[in-house]
């Protein structure tokens, strides 16, 4: 069970209970924290042992190489009985969601469901030996724990793990470690293009993927970054981290507005409010079933069957599309649509629009209360240049229909997000 390194105590507390977990593997000083000072007091009556991966340990802390040393205890015959043990529908983890829209749930995948699944993204993505790969996705989000560490493994990439992305900082390892592969949201290229200085690099693959990439970044990263393989993906912890991938050599405009096809054997609707499929074009929920779709969220099996449609489908809660080829768009979260006096509002689709305005770096929409309306919109905005509400307004109007246009805006240095790169609407509903 990857734990969320920007948990306080209690929230962290709160999962190792809820995961009964009887050992954790911490260390101390990573973000200023002291991540065992954190639990004092925690109520974890099941948590038997803490082992400090690194420094030295205090109370009744065990050191890394003692807990290797206790190993010895275990004969050769034992350890190999052990590990013939473990079957590939066994669960292999425990995957908290991030919580950005309400409380974190398990959800739990097995040793085939995440083999199968990145072995079908490696072949897709083209991540293979040799390459040389700057993991700076978080190793607690599938991201950077099974696009990243496990797909190294799985074809003998190298990892070279950076613990704080910084733009300067991954900027220099690119030319001193000979980096070929960079995956990360949307912000990390973003923040390598506004470098005053390009960095230099062999990169060959970069991967992203959201709701709103721009075309324009997807056409800076191969032409200003001169990165020439660039892919999106799509998934969420309760499909081992990943549903569909767009080939990296597909022109920009599809890198940009899909995230491909479904993986091999994956099947994707696009499901109406009453469950039938809805024909290419037409916007409803995705709902995905395959080999790598979760057994279910831990200890909730009222949470797991509002998981599932009654064919077995794995209920996303995201919104989506498909085209004629099959490649599928996502459009936003269910619970972000919002309505302006009768008409359903997406606020990715907002969040596109606006990305493409040459003062606008980032964007992010969300309904607030509007006493004639119902709903209205609001943009949380960083920008690179000057403007204003009025500018906003009239060039939006050109591009969408008056009811989508926001009525508020704000301009904010960094928009709030989680450690896995996600904007965090909740936080920004607590401001509006």
């Not at 724990?145 to 704080?164: D, F, H």
């Amino acid at each position: 069970m990857p734990l969320n390194t920007r948990y306080r105590g209690a929230e962290a507390a709160d999962v190792l209970r809820r995961g009964r977990a009887s050992t954790l593997f911490t260390v101390r000083g990573f973000l200023g924290n002291d991540y065992p000072a954190l639990l004092a007091g925690e109520d974890l009556p099941e948590l038997r042992l803490v082992v400090l991966l690194e420094g030295e340990p205090a109370g009744r802390e065990l050191g890394w190489a003692d807990f290797l040393d206790g190993g010895a205890a275990v004969d050769a015959d034992a350890a190999r009985e052990r590990a013939a043990g473990v079957r590939p529908d066994d669960v292999a983890d425990i995957v908290f969601t991030s919580g950005t829209t309400g409380r974190p749930k398990g959800a739990m995948s097995t040793h085939d469901a995440t083999l199968w699944a990145f072995r079908a993204w490696s072949e897709v993505s083209t991540l293979r030996a040799g390459d040389r790969y700057l993991l700076i996705n978080p190793f607690f989000h599938t991201f950077g724990y099974k696009a990243g560490i496990l797909a190294c493994l799985l074809n003998g990439a190298t990892m070279l793990p950076e613990a704080v992305f910084d733009a300067a900082t991954a900027a220099a390892r690119l030319a001193a470690d000979r980096v070929s592969v960079l995956m990360g949201p949307p912000t990390v290229f973003t923040s390598l293009l506004e470098l005053p200085d390009r960095p230099v690099h062999s990169l060959r693959l970069a991967g992203t993927g959201a709701a709103d990439v721009p075309v324009d970044l997807i056409r800076r990263i191969r032409g200003e970054l001169g990165v020439p393989h660039v892919f999106t993906a799509y998934g969420l912890s309760e499909a081992a981290g990943v549903v569909s991938v767009c080939p990296v050599d597909a022109d920009a405009e599809t890198v940009a507005r899909t995230s491909g096809p479904a993986l091999p054997g994956t099947e994707i609707r696009i499901a109406a409010p009453d469950g039938r499929a809805l024909p290419p074009g037409e916007q409803g929920e995705i709902l995905v079933r395959g080999r790598h779709v979760m057994r279910g969220y831990l200890d909730d099996p009222e949470a797991t069957a509002r998981a599932f449609d009654a064919d077995g489908r794995l209920r996303t809660g995201d919104l989506g599309r498909l085209d004629a080829r099959g490649y599928l768009t996502v459009t936003g979260r269910l619970k972000d649509m919002f309505v302006v006096g009768g008409f359903n509002v997406y606020p990715a689709e907002i969040e596109g629009v606006l990305a493409t305005h040459p003062a606008v770096v980032e964007a992010a929409v969300l309904g607030v209360p509007d006493a004639r309306l119902g709903e209205v919109g609001a943009a949380w905005l960083v920008a690179r240049a000057e403007t204003g509400p009025d500018e906003l307004t009239a060039w939006l109007r050109e591009r969408l229909a008056n009811f989508k246009v926001p009525r508020h805006f704000r301009f904010v240095d960094a928009l709030p997000r989680n450690a896995a790169g996600k904007v965090v609407k909740d936080a920004l509903r607590r401001r509006a």
